[in-house]
């Protein structure tokens, strides 16, 4: 059983360029969520996909947007990145068995620096 | 709107002494609540959870949680520090009702284990 993956580890992109970021879930897992750690703080929900559609979205702007595939995996995309987008974003998949989700198991994250 | 509060961003405890970190909830339905710790560079591990069953949860590592809705808190606790136990803590609840895995985290607790 292979766990939560994600691409790239880190990146270094420049202020107003686009980024995409990738997470593979766990085999059998259905769900995806995405959350944002900004340095010294907790992890803040983006949004989740659950069967390739959005489920549920933090308070973030529109400029952060989301897919997920056939095979569950998700991408992340961020536009017109600024400063404050430097962080660690965390893919966390689990499976929705129809009265709540299972376990969320985390990847280890891809840390991006806008410069 | 739920929320957690975790008291004291950094904790210093001796190898073998109690470990008690601090989380304080706020939510108008009753929360599924969760301890996750992170290491320097890796993603959350779920350490335990509660959902509304037993209110004294045992987790992994040897932590553990006690759920007291009088003082809404959550605070977890381990009876002898191990070195390997400097983390991040983070405390977080589930505002829907439910285990969407959809989480609000706290800002965490840095623990240090001083030999």
């Known amino acids: 059983e292979t766990g939560v993956t994600q691409s790239p580890t880190h990146l270094i992109k420049t202020r107003g360029q686009q980024v995409t970021l990738r997470c593979s879930s766990q085999?059998?897992?259905?769900?995806v969520s995405w959350y944002q750690q900004a340095l010294g703080q907790g992890p803040q929900f983006i949004f989740q996909?659950?069967?390739?559609?959005?489920?549920g979205r933090g308070n973030f702007p529109p400029r952060f947007s989301g897919l997920q595939f056939p095979n569950y995996s998700s991408e992340l995309n961020v536009n017109a990145l600024e400063l404050d987008d430097s962080a660690l974003y965390l893919c966390?998949?689990?499976?929705?068995?129809?009265?709540?989700?299972?376990?969320?198991?985390f990847g280890q994250g891809t840390r991006l620096t806008v410069v | 709107a739920q929320s957690v509060t975790q008291l004291g961003s950094h904790v210093s405890v001796s190898e073998g002494a109690l470990v008690l970190l601090r989380c304080n909830y706020s939510?108008?339905?009753?929360?599924?609540l969760f301890w996750y710790v992170q290491y320097p560079n890796q993603g959350l591990q779920l350490l335990l959870k509660y959902t509304s069953a037993a209110t004294l949860v045992k987790g992994i590592n040897g932590f553990e949680a006690e759920f007291k809705k009088s003082e809404t808190s959550f605070h977890l606790t381990k009876p002898s520090a191990h070195m390997s136990d400097a983390a991040e803590y983070f405390c977080?609840?589930?505002?829907?009702?439910?285990?969407?895995?959809?989480?609000?985290f706290g800002t965490g607790t840095l623990l240090a284990v001083q030999p």
């Open positions: 966390a998949s689990s499976k929705d068995v129809g009265q709540g989700n299972t376990e969320a198991f």
């Open positions: 977080a609840v589930s505002p829907y009702g439910g285990a969407t895995n959809k989480l609000i």
């Open positions: 939510s108008s339905v009753p929360p599924y």
């Open positions: 996909y659950y069967r390739e559609e959005e489920n």
């Open positions: 085999s059998g897992h259905n769900t």
